[in-house]
């Protein structure tokens, strides 16, 4: 551990007094649960059959129609001088099918889940202790700059005031991965609002418990019948909220001004974290003293300031290896049995998420094989044509996809607003027995469950787990006392290389720590976990913790479904999480995408981390992987998607076409699109109908589909395959300048507007031309061109909202995007008529005479 790591605290203040373990540990023994017959806390709710029977036909039919409008492409080619334009044609079709259908298996068995948090004990019932377990909550938080310290400051406070039993069993994380004195000094002001915001909400039940949004809300409490005392305290807590501002914005004015020798501390100190790649860990604890308690004398549940250690030449792993801190560091002092994680901006809006979560986690059956409980990120949007443009509350998303994931193994994580399993996330296996531990008894693996000082062990049933379990016999009597003493040094070797040198976490992933370790030695320890070199020569970030690499959300989730966890999927009456309400602007958007995109890619590309390979063994269902391939397959669809898009445009514009015109194969044609289209309107409005997704959502994610795809994740594709080949590192950027972690090449974001301008432009200047030949050569001249300009119609209507966005004054692209779009069409266009005539047929001579 290094010298430099030290623990930053106000001067004259007494040493904190770290709580004792929770008695729970991780949760009641396995044995109680199953003596214990109790009823369910949580259940699933499947889809009135008559509406997802119709569903399943509606997908069948569009299934066959579509062989069947395959199989007529594939028989009626074109003649040979629009071959090219046919060939591509069906190519791009087959494959959108193919994908389409792909995507379309895992989401044929929805399902609902009903949860009965009231069955849960109260949190002034006397069987409360023994019955819940404690619950860590994370708060990622990477740069104060750009991310509003107010908006931190709001989700903790809806953290610390849940409805949850605070003795004990809250406690709340917040990362500092920039480390910034500015958020540390708005987490010291946070602190002291919460004194009094937490039990003002306890109190009244007041909801959301975050005061931004909260005070935000234009209820006029004169005229509703409230109590007069409720009115005259709300009227105190917005005025303590709005001083308590004012000393955010002077905090966030002064931040703006660095002095020339780095911030100092009010102990006279420097900050150490003036380099933020180059400064010692960081721990505050914040609340959490026995003699601190609320406004109202009762305990505040907990509050920790970490910034992790950062030297340079270490790969500090981002957003992922500051959660895997926070997982070690949290074992160290609370050791909470569950694990929520939070974005800065995700605020806790229904006060009971927590309760409904703990309806899976906790739950006598269901709560041994359950590793996370994922939750619907919402975004409330105020202006409408704004989240038309840019922003998408992906209802698709979290109301279709994640529902049917959740009718075969589980949702997949979402990134934040999930509620964890530690175990699951230190590589455990699922500890359910089933009929199969006779036959695995013979199996090739023999990793048994060991518990050191006990003759009898409970036998599990085997997994794919990571941790190393204790070889052993069930008869020891004639193992002797050397052998028993090697085998215990080579199995805490083990240990070490699996969760790294550290007695304390070690012991705590098997059990609570001892209650009666020194406060000082506790955050000695805590401080060596954060350590920059901790995870050197260990399974973090591999197979132990959040996953390392692109899309580490999406493979941490794969790993505890390869191992045999199932998640669960809440979505309460009220939104649980919500993000705040602003209009983000389309750099912003892309960037979202082209780094989901990428990542993507790079799992797709890998040999470790691919979903279609790795993780063997038959504990995930093949619909599970097949969804998985999905998710990270995605991006490969913009290939066809932006060719089938500019078909239309090079057919009008050259007057070739890629359907055969004849007269009786039109009319089968156009009889097998019409069933066709009709196919996807009922598929679509059926799952629209059972998932309760509304139509203008559904639209404007459609146009977001085509937007991205033919931006971002076309971009993408050329990125991971150069990334992959060549080793070449070419990202994504919003600004001119680039820090030292986002590579030494970078793309405009601007950039990424060429292909979807130079669609949009393509397929106008079509329909003008293909128009104005139609007016100049009358009524039969419109049939040959009724195909193009619907699909060229398809194609605007589309993007139609991305080219408002660029008509309109404010948000439109960079000028300099829609000059190369202009060039690249002209370019192309010139190089078809050039080719064109260099291989059109020469002239038949006429006879003279």
Not at 291 to 309: I, M
Not at 664 to 677: E, I, K, T
Not at 690 to 708: A, D
Request: hydrophobic letters at 40%; a neutral charge.
């Amino acid at each position: 551990m290094d010298d430099r790591s030290r623990q930053i605290a106000p001067p004259n203040t007494p040493e904190p007094e770290l709580p004792a373990p929770s008695e729970s540990g991780h949760g009641r023994p396995a044995e109680e649960q199953e003596e214990e017959e109790k009823e369910p806390l949580c259940s699933k709710v499947p889809v009135r059959p008559a509406e997802l029977n119709a569903y399943r036909g509606a997908v069948a039919l569009r299934a066959l129609f579509l062989a069947l409008f395959l199989r007529y492409r594939v028989t009626h080619p074109v003649p040979h001088d629009a071959y090219g334009l046919w060939l591509t044609a069906v190519a791009c079709e087959s494959w959108l099918a193919l994908s389409w259908l792909a995507a379309q298996l895992p989401k044929l068995f929805p399902t609902n889940r009903a949860t009965r948090p009231d069955k849960l004990p109260k949190p002034d019932s006397a069987e409360i202790m023994p019955m819940t377990a404690s619950v860590d909550v994370f708060v990622s938080a990477a740069d104060a700059g750009r991310e509003p310290p107010l908006a931190t400051a709001n989700t903790v406070l809806s953290v610390l005031a849940a409805d949850y039993p605070a003795p004990g069993r809250l406690a709340c994380y917040v990362s500092d991965d920039g480390a910034d004195m500015l958020l540390l000094e708005a987490l010291s002001e946070t602190a002291r609002l919460a004194r009094s915001w937490v039990p003002f909400c306890r109190r009244h039940g007041v909801e959301p418990r975050a005061p931004e949004p909260y005070f935000a809300r234009s209820v006029d409490y004169l005229r509703d019948k409230v109590a007069p005392s409720f009115v005259k305290e709300r009227r105190a807590m917005k005025r303590e909220y709005e001083e308590f501002k004012v000393r955010m914005n002077y905090l966030a004015a002064k931040a703006r001004k660095v002095p020339e020798d780095g911030w100092v501390m009010s102990d006279g100190t420097p900050w150490p974290g003036n380099n933020p790649r180059d400064h010692p860990a960081m721990i505050q604890v914040l609340l959490g003293h026995s003699d601190d308690p609320d406004a109202e004398g009762d305990e505040l549940p907990r509050l920790f300031y970490v910034s992790r250690e950062k030297r340079p030449g270490f790969q500090h792993q981002k957003k992922a290896g500051a959660l895997n801190a926070l997982l070690r560091v949290s074992a160290v002092l609370t050791n909470g049995a569950y694990v929520l994680n939070l974005d800065y901006d995700h605020y806790v809006n229904n006060s009971r998420a927590l309760r409904e979560a703990m309806c899976f986690l906790m739950d006598p059956v269901a709560g041994n094989r359950t590793c996370f409980v994922q939750f619907p990120l919402r975004r409330a949007v105020a202006d409408a044509d704004d989240a038309d443009r840019f922003v998408s509350r992906d209802s698709v998303f979290f109301d279709i996809d994640m529902k049917c994931l959740d009718g075969i193994q589980g949702p997949v994580y979402a990134g934040s607003g999930c509620c964890f399993n530690r175990k699951a996330l230190y590589g455990f296996q699922p500890a359910v027995p089933n009929d199969d531990d006779l036959e695995e008894e013979h199996s090739t693996s023999r990793w048994k469950w060991c518990c050191f000082g006990g003759r009898q062990r409970r036998k599990l049933r085997r997994t794919m787990s990571v941790v190393p379990l204790l070889e052993s016999e069930e008869d020891e009597e004639g193992i002797a006392e050397g052998g028993r003493r090697r085998r215990l040094r080579s199995y805490s070797a083990a240990l070490e290389r699996h969760f790294g040198q550290s007695p304390l976490f070690i012991a705590s992933a098997f059990g609570p720590r001892p209650a009666a370790m020194a406060a000082t030695l506790i955050l000695k320890e805590a401080i060596h976990v954060v350590s920059c070199a901790y995870e050197e020569r260990t399974r973090w970030g591999k197979e132990v913790g959040w996953i390392y690499g692109g899309g580490g959300g999406l493979m941490t989730g794969f790993r505890m479904h390869a191992r045999g966890w199932e998640s669960a999927y809440c979505v309460p009456a009220r939104p649980a999480f919500m993000s705040y309400a602003r209009c983000i602007s389309p750099s912003e958007m892309l960037a979202g995408a082209s780094r989901r995109a990428v990542a993507a890619m790079g799992i797709l590309l890998s040999q470790r981390h691919c979903p279609i390979w790795a993780g063997g063994g038959r504990r995930m269902r093949p619909l599970q992987r097949l969804a998985y391939a999905n998710g990270v397959a995605y991006p490969l669809t913009s290939l066809p998607l932006t060719v089938y898009c500019a078909l239309p445009a090079v057919c009008l514009l050259t007057g070739k076409s890629m359907f055969p015109e004849d007269d009786d194969v039109g009319r089968y044609a156009g009889a097998l699109l019409v069933l066709l289209l009709t196919s996807v309107v009922a598929s679509v409005a059926l799952e629209l109908k059972w998932s309760g997704v509304s139509l203008r959502s559904w639209w404007r994610e459609e146009k977001l589909w085509v937007l991205t795809a033919t931006s971002a994740g076309l971009a993408a594709v050329f990125q991971g395959v150069l990334s992959a080949c060549t080793g070449v590192d070419v990202g994504f950027s919003a600004d001119e300048t680039l820090s030292e972690e986002e590579g030494t090449q970078s793309v405009r974001w601007s950039h990424l507007l060429v292909p979807p301008i130079s669609v949009v432009l393509g397929n106008l200047a079509g329909v003008v031309v293909a128009v104005s030949y139609g007016v100049d050569h009358g009524y039969e001249s419109w049939g040959p061109l009724a195909w193009k300009l619907a699909l060229a119609a398809w194609v605007v209507a589309h993007l139609q909202g991305f080219l408002r966005g660029l008509l309109a004054r404010r948000g439109r692209a960079p000028t300099i995007a829609v000059l190369w779009s202009v060039l690249f069409v002209s370019i192309l266009s010139l190089l078809w008529v050039n080719v064109q005539t260099y291989y059109a047929p020469s002239p038949t001579p006429q006879p003279i005479f």
